[in-house]
């Protein structure tokens, strides 16, 4: 097939096969070759809009993570709930979409990753946390629902551990050991007035590592 005449047809098509491909055989297992491949293009042409596999995913994750944002704003922004209560739906919301499942099958080991790892953690650092999570908490603080003198930290430190360890993309475990982490967060949780994960979520992360 001749290259798309839009270069724009060229980079969703690019995209789209890539997603499709690391949903499909996994991030690590897709290689250039397999994309330029399904997508029918040359080397050059992948090439001349994407510098790496990695570019690509992280492109990937931009649109996907397009679709969250709106959703979580939506979440921050509600009326007639508690920041505890709003607390819990983000989180539910992150977790239980479609997309949230999407991208964790594209992801690769971010053990393996340290760039992509770096680029996670700096997206929770400069935005999830201030723009989403730590207006919640001090909307908590002044309804009353949630306990905590330093909102800042303790919504990067409740990102890190839900999107890190609880659900365990640094390196998968077993379900059970899912299961255990998302018990033991709720623990850590409890003094500040709230848990975030009920048996439904529990289950959709156990889920996420049986596939």
Known sequence: MARNKHPEQTVQLILETAARLFAQKGYDETSMQD???ATHLSKGAIYHHFSSKLDILLRIAD?????????LGKIRDRKGLTGAEKLRELFRTAVLQDYQQQLLGMMPC???????LALLI????????????????????????????SPRELAQA?????????APILQPVPPEEVRSRC?????????????????????????????
Do not use: C
């Open 35 to 37: 994309i330029m491949d």
């Open 63 to 71: 649109q996907i993570l397009m679709v969250n944002e709106d959703m």
């Open 110 to 116: 971010l053990l393996d990753n340290p760039k992509f």
């Open 122 to 149: 700096r997206s929770v650092l400069d935005d999830a946390a201030p723009h989403y999570v730590q207006p919640i908490l001090e909307e908590g603080m002044a309804d009353g629902s949630i306990q905590t003198d």
């Open 158 to 166: 409740l990102l890190l551990l839900t999107d890190l360890w609880a």
């Open 183 to 211: 018990l033991f967060l709720n623990q850590l949780t409890r003094p500040f007035g709230f848990t975030l994960m009920d048996e439904e979520l529990i289950r959709q992360l156990e889920g996420y590592w049986r596939a």
